[in-house]
Nanobody, 115 residues
Framework: QVQLVESGGALVEAGGSLRLSCVASGSTFTFNGGGWLRQRPGKEREAVAL???????SYSDSVKGRFTISRDNAENTLYLQMTSLKEEDTAVYYCNAHYGGSEYWGQGTQVTVSS
């Protein structure tokens, strides 16, 4: 079993930056990939940034060039650096990770961007 705990969500002004963290604990022996997804008010959950075990990344068009996903292997931590935040980035952000063929989710962290 793996537990994922996110942190870093906050209220920020448009144009500002935030860094989200997702710390994994438990049976974190084989990381296959993971990412950050978000659920905006009234919308379905959507993937915004993904990373696989070779370090390759991909982003949704809505965040490309503004968000950066990274992973600290030694600390078993996923990060999402968000810059040039917009009101439409307001959402609950969820960390997702695949370890040893199983999928895990964090509890979510709220990001609110004000104008």
């Amino acid at each position: 079993q793996v537990q994922l705990v996110e942190s870093g969500g906050a209220l920020v002004e448009a144009g500002g930056s935030l860094r989200l963290s997702c710390v994994a604990s438990g049976s974190t022996f084989t990381f296959n990939g993971g990412g950050w997804l978000r659920q905006r008010p009234g919308k379905e959950r959507e993937a915004v940034a993904l990373i696989i075990n070779d370090g390759s990344t991909s982003y949704s068009d809505s965040v490309k060039g503004r968000f950066t996903i990274s992973r600290d292997n030694a600390e078993n931590t996923l990060y999402l650096q968000m810059t040039s935040l917009k009101e439409e980035d307001t959402a609950v952000y969820y960390c997702n990770a695949h370890y040893g063929g199983s999928e895990y989710w964090g509890q979510g962290t709220q990001v609110t961007v004000s104008s």
